[in-house]
């Protein structure tokens, strides 16, 4: 398939892109590099431009004329959601509108959403969501993917010819085994690449937000997936909709979560560096506990993880990490 990939040179998509390369499908990565980088396209062209230039979007796309479009281009920082939320809804919100717009225009019909665990906020009950567990955002960042899950939604039911997959990510992390691609950002925010960042000395020390939470040992509870396992979760999505399948929602995690200790006592153990470790209030905008109900995306994508194991995915992380300047 040709398949149109908005952020293809960030974190994710680089995964996805390189995946998609392996299955031998045909790639277009458009990307702003506002976060991407170039050498994280190992598969495909890449066009160098914004999804806020819906002339240039529309271009590019008539041009192409994709089978599908995979859409991860977007600002991901749940805190800096909460201080600037108008740049969420721009970035995430309005030219996820300009790209189902110029997807309807150039005729193309399938689109996989990036959307995040973020759009369930506290979940009630037990921490495992499922997808039908009701939207209640906390932070304008999962409010920004969430608007866009109900266009999604409305447009799908509106267009016959219009259909998507959206995943909701829980904590994505680590990187590709061969140590080609994985995260790179000026100021990492994640607990995984904050934590190994630590170790490495680049930052001075790891501050844990919140011992109070209503969780085993009072830190919060993630469900943290290796990013491979998610890139093929695209692949699976790609596949149901080339044979017909109807628009549909999916959780990506495994079914069980880590508490910021655990994952802290993980990351010393593989780096082998007691590196300084502060308790400190909650940061906004954090839900006490997130995992993924899991059993719809191995049922109807048959979806099997491969690398269901903190230590994997932190060891995994950290070669990436020890690569980077
Ligand atoms: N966290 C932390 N210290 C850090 C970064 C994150 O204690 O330096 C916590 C954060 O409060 C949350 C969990 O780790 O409970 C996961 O946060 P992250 O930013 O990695 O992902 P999020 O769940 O916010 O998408």
């Known amino acids: 398939m040709k ?21 031998g499908h045909d790639v277009l990565v458009y990307d702003n590099l506002s976060t991407g980088n170039e050498w994280a396209v190992l598969h495909g062209r890449l066009v160098v431009a914004d999804l806020a230039d819906k002339l240039t979007l529309a271009r590019v796309l008539d041009e192409y004329r994709p089978d599908a479009v995979m859409h991860f281009a977007a600002s991901i920082v749940v805190h800096e959601s909460v201080q600037s939320p108008v740049k969420y809804y721009l970035n995430n919100t309005a030219c996820t509108l300009n790209l189902i ?48 899950e109900l266009v999604l939604r409305d447009t799908s039911a509106a267009y016959n010819d ?9 904590n994505v992390a ?6 080609r691609i994985g995260q790179v950002y000026k100021n ?68 069980h979560g880590s508490s910021v200790r655990e994952v802290v006592a993980q990351a010393k153990k593989i780096t082998g560096i007691d590196f300084n470790v502060s308790e400190c209030g909650r940061r906004e905008g954090d839900p006490p506990a997130l995992v993924a109900g899991n059993e719809k ?29």
């Open 162 to 170: 219009f259909r998507y997959v959206s995943l909701r990510y829980f």
């Open 174 to 179: 680590g990187a590709n085994r061969e140590g």
């Open 101 to 148: 717009e110029a997807m309807l225009e150039t005729g193309t019909g399938r689109l996989i959403f990036s959307s995040t665990a973020a759009v369930y906020g506290i979940a009630e009950g037990s921490p495992i969501v499922q997808e039908s567990a009701p939207l209640n955002p906390i932070n304008p960042y999962g409010t920004s993917k969430m608007m866009n």
């Open 188 to 255: 990492a925010t994640h607990l995984i690449t904050r934590a190994l960042k630590t170790a490495k000395g680049e930052l001075g020390g790891l501050e844990i937000y919140g011992t109070d939470y209503p969780t085993s040992d009072g830190t919060c509870i993630r469900d943290y997936i290796h990013v491979e396992d998610l890139a093929n979760a695209h692949i699976a999505a790609l596949d149901y909709l080339g044979a017909g399948g109807e628009s549909n929602v999916f959780n990506c995690g495994y079914g």
């Open 297 to 325: 995306i191995k049922s109807v994508l048959r979806w099997t993880p491969l690398y269901d194991d903190l230590g994997y995915i932190i060891k995994t992380a950290w070669d990436w990490e020890k690569k980077l300047a």
């Open 3 to 23: 398949v149109f990939v908005t952020g293809g040179a960030g974190y994710i998509g680089s995964h996805v892109v390189k995946a998609l390369g392996e299955k």
